[in-house]
């Protein structure tokens, strides 16, 4: 899920070519702002000061911001807040998971929002960052403005199971680096408990390096699943050449992407990037043991609160996602729509990641325009 990837972290892949010469351009170094415990959350502030604001909540569990994200936006008239969630990114302590949990995540961007003194915030999140901002919102619904979410995350068993469960054509397209540690037949939760266990110590021993690595590569050839649907789609499809040809040059670059993971997977040596993603699969491996935090219809009830509340909602989600279902933003559209909310849903011809062009496009539409 380090995909707000955009984007399910040291885990996410790297941002697209004109994501980092944004970063060179304009990402600047984090702000701290303590928000409790030993937990102080790392921010950015992007664009125009006195812009539209819009909170960016990243991908994971166990992601971070990062220029990517920024894509979507107008930076000369609106204004990125870009928190790194507890353990994550820039925040310290690193891969902590004490004190780690979603209504403290709640918590800190409320802090956040007094700190900077705004009275009302827009809402940008993709993959797990859909169900911070819906648990944001449905504990502060007056201080939201409005909520565009891409690639909503359910929580579902199904959901969790594809993350810590590959099937065996996506281990076999990784070949034996994809190698992962769960018995046939074993339950999800077992295996999450095992995975906890290679994690929890916070060193870099041979196995917990392993599990990283291999996490970082089966996600990849996760989100890979739905943007190869995609393409193939749109190669049958008269008439989108440019989008075609658009998708081939990501396509290339995710495999380009992928050849260095499996090289760099071989290595023995640890690497400082090893390090990372360590911190971010344990915060995942935490996040995913306890369903997100989020009591059974938790995520439906914050639906129902944004409608209620007139809050409008733009669900975007890609139709060839292999990750989060596209039935997940179709039923709450749907829920939204049965209690007379402002919602709209849009499929593009996407996978899972929010650089796709198709993806992209669709973001920036919702974002940038006005509603219809």
């Known amino acids: 899920m380090n995909s707000n990837n955009n984007a399910k972290r040291g885990s996410r892949p790297p941002a697209p070519a004109s994501a980092r010469g944004q970063a060179a351009r304009g990402w600047p170094a984090p702000t701290f702002l ?52 507890r353990g994550c990114g820039a925040s310290r302590p690193r891969g902590c998971t004490q004190g780690n949990h979603t209504a403290a995540l709640v918590a800190d961007l409320e802090a956040l929002r007094q700190h900077l003194g705004l009275e009302r915030w827009s809402l940008l999140a993709g993959s797990w960052g859909t169900v911070v901002a819906l648990a944001y919102a ?27 469960m590959p099937s065996r054509r996506v281990q076999g397209r990784l070949g034996s680096e994809a190698l992962w540690p769960s018995a046939a037949g074993a339950a999800v939760s077992a295996v999450l408990a095992r995975l906890r266990h290679l994690l929890q110590s916070g060193t870099t021993g041979v196995a917990a390096v392993r599990v990283a690595r291999r996490w970082q590569l089966l ?8 943007m190869r649907r995609a393409l193939r789609h749109l190669a049958a499809t008269p008439g989108s050449g440019p989008a075609l040809a658009a998708a081939r040059r990501e396509w290339t670059a995710l495999q380009r992407r992928q ?114």
Not at 146 to 159: D, I, T, Y
Not at 325 to 352: C, D, I, K, M
Request: aromatic letters at 4%; glycine letters at 10%.
């Open 34 to 85: 303590p928000v409790g415990g030993r937990h102080r959350m790392a921010y950015r502030l992007v664009g125009a000061a006195s812009g539209e604001p819009w909170l960016l909540l990243h991908g994971g569990p166990g992601g971070a911001c990062h220029p990517g994200l920024l894509q979507p936006l107008d930076l000369s008239r609106q204004r990125a807040i870009a928190p790194d969630q």
């Open 219 to 226: 996600e990849s050839a996760g989100a890979a699943a739905g």
């Open 259 to 372: 050849r260095r993971a499996v090289a760099r997977a071989r290595r023995p040596a640890v690497h400082r990037a090893d390090r990372a993603a360590l911190r971010a699969c344990r915060i995942q491996c935490h996040y995913l043991l306890h369903r997100g935090f989020v009591p059974p219809g938790g995520l439906d009830h914050a639906v129902r609160v944004l409608a209620r509340a007139g809050v409008p909602v733009d669900w975007v989600h890609g139709r060839f996602d292999a990750i989060c279902p596209p039935r997940n933003s179709r039923r709450w559209a749907a829920v939204g729509a049965r209690e007379r909310a402002l919602v709209t849903l849009t499929e593009p011809f996407s996978g899972h990641l929010g650089h796709e062009p198709a993806m992209l496009a669709a973001l920036r539409q919702r974002v940038r325009g006005a509603r219809s």
């Open 138 to 164: 449905r504990q502060h619904p007056k201080r939201v403005q409005r909520v565009v979410l891409r690639a909503a995350f359910a929580l579902s068993r199904r959901e969790i199971a594809g993350l810590v």
